[in-house]
Structures are given as structure tokens and as C-alpha cells.
């Protein structure tokens, strides 16, 4: 069988797209290899009637609507590998699978990884976040830590995260990323600065109490935002000769389309780390269906 669209990634991005794709009466399968970015946090927040959800649910209750659209299909796999044909695209799973497609959307969203610091892991998701606007407000009033090794995360997240704590510490763990003005604006608005190794991070069960430093007395926190570092969960983009947009993400038009024909991209691996939401992404993948099925009906009429 050769499918309408070959969907890679089913997060709110590609779970969205489905819908819509099943809606419109297309033949759709959906690889998922269930490693969402969301994972490791236990409430996901800012989506209308879904506000502090539990990313898990929230694919289930997707997987639930989809449901009712017969012509969607689910496989739990990994794709390997992507390419075109003649007129159409195979894709190989991790178990040697293969399918073919009259278009593919990737919708494989990013992986991260976290500074160098013991145990930094335990902390993410629970008190130490990525992106205020999904979890400051659990963290309104607190006393904050930024921990970035990067310029970009230290001169704006501590301006943003001050909307939600005016207790903030940033802590670029032994990096000296900050300029003098920028340590002089800090310093007018009460924001310490902390340029010395972290040690370690202290507290339980994922809730940070302390910070001690190898050569600066500790700090009480009680959360805060982490800078990370992302990739791409995939090549596949690469792979088939995608574009990339500044931020270094797929670069799309507003139907998801990339510039390889036939081929669309939604979801973090189209925003990367800005504006990075389950509401947008999962907005992206259903602007993506109508660009898709658009372009099935054209060829039909062609
Ligand atoms: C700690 C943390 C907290 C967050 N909190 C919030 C919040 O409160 N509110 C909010 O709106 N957003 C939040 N986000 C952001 C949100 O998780 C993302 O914006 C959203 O999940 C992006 O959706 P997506 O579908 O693009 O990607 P993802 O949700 O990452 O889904 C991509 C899917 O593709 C699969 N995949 C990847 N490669 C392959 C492959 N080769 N083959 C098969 N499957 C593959 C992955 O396993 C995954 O299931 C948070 C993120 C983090 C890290």
C-alpha cells in the first residue's frame, strides 16, 4: 500500500497533523518511537482546556481522537532512514520495515542536553526548567537560579524570568560569558551574578534546596531555568536535502512545506527553542495536514 502521508514523530506536532490528515479522508501511518522531549516533566502547561495535563495523557487523549479516523495507522518504531523515489518517498524502520508515501512530514522534534553538572538531570522538569512561560508560574516568588553557559541565555532569561521572581542568582558554572554593562544592569535590578563552578546541586526528589560552588559560599534556590544545548532528534531532515531556517531548525513556509517537494515539517524541529510549545506545535502540524492534502488534491486534479 502506498500511503498519502508518512507521518515521523507523534507528539502534539504529528499527532495534530493526523487528525486533521484522517479527517480529510487520507491515508496516513504514524512512526513513533516515544522519546518526547516533554519526558522528563510531569506537567505540561499553557494549552487551552489542557492547562497542567501530563504529557503522557496528552497523547493518549490525542491517540483517543484520532481514534475515529480509520484510515490512520500506528506503528511504535524508530524511522532509520528516508528518501525519495520517483514520485514517492520510502521510509525503513528499525526493524527493516519499509514503507512508501506520496509525502512524508517530520515532526521529530529535538533532544537536549544539560550542562556538565552532577545530578543536573534529577532537577530538570521538576524545579529546574527550560522556558518560563510554560512552568514560571509555578515558580512565581521563589528565589530563582538561571544556570546558563550561554551569552544568549544570560542577557535575555534573566529580563523574561524577572516577570515571574525578582530573587534571581545566574550562574554561568565557571564561564565568563557577561560583559561588564551587563553585570552593572543586573546589579540595578537586584540580580546576583555567580560566575564560579557549581559543585553540586542539592535537594530531593528533584526539588532543588542549594547550590554550593568549588570556590563561592552556596546559595538557597528553589528552582529555576537551565540554558541548554539541543540537536535534532533525527538526520532525516538533512537527510532528504532540507533547508534549515536561522535558528537552524527545517525551514518551512506557512503550509509546513520544506523545499524538497513533498516534503513538510512541523513542531520543534521547525521552531527549535523559540516559541517552543505543545499548542504551537501541535497548531504547526495541523497547518502542515492542509498543506499536504492540498498538494494530493492538486496532483489528482493535475
Ligand atoms: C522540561 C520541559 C518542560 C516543558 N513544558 C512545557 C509546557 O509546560 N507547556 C508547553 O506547551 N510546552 C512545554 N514544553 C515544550 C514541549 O515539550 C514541546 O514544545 C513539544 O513537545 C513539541 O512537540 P513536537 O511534536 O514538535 O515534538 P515532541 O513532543 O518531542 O515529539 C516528537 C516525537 O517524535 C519521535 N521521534 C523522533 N525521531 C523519530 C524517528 N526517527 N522515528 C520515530 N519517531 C521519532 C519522538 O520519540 C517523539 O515522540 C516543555 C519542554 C521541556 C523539555
Known sequence: MIFDCAIIGGGPAGLSAALVLGR????????DDDKPRNAVTQHSHGFLTRDGVQPAEF??????????????????????SARKLETTFEVVTDSGEIFESRTLLLTTGIQETLPAIDGIYDYYGKSLFNCPYCDGWELRDQPLVII????????HVPQL??????????????HHILKEEQKLFFEKYGIQVVEEKIAALVGQSGQLERIEFVNHPGIERTGG???????????????LGCATNAMGGIAVDEQGRTNIKGVYAAGDTVTILMQA?????????????FGITNELISSYFA
Open 24 to 31: 480529510a479522508r487520507r491515508h496516513v501511518v504514524v512512526f
Open 59 to 80: 497523547r493518549a487523549l490525542g491517540r483517543q481522537d484520532i481514534a475515529a479516523y480509520p484510515s490512520v495507522a500506528f506503528h511504535a518504531a524508530r524511522i532509520e
Open 148 to 155: 546558563t553557559e550561554q551569552e544568549m541565555g544570560a542577557s
Open 161 to 174: 524570568l524577572y516577570n515571574w521572581s525578582q530573587d534571581i542568582v545566574v550562574c554561568t558554572n565557571g
Open 225 to 239: 531555568i537551565v540554558g541548554v544545548q539541543w540537536r535534532h532528534a533525527t538526520t532525516l531532515g538533512q537527510d
Open 277 to 289: 510549545q505543545v499548542l504551537l506545535a501541535s497548531a504547526s502540524g495541523s497547518k502542515a495536514a
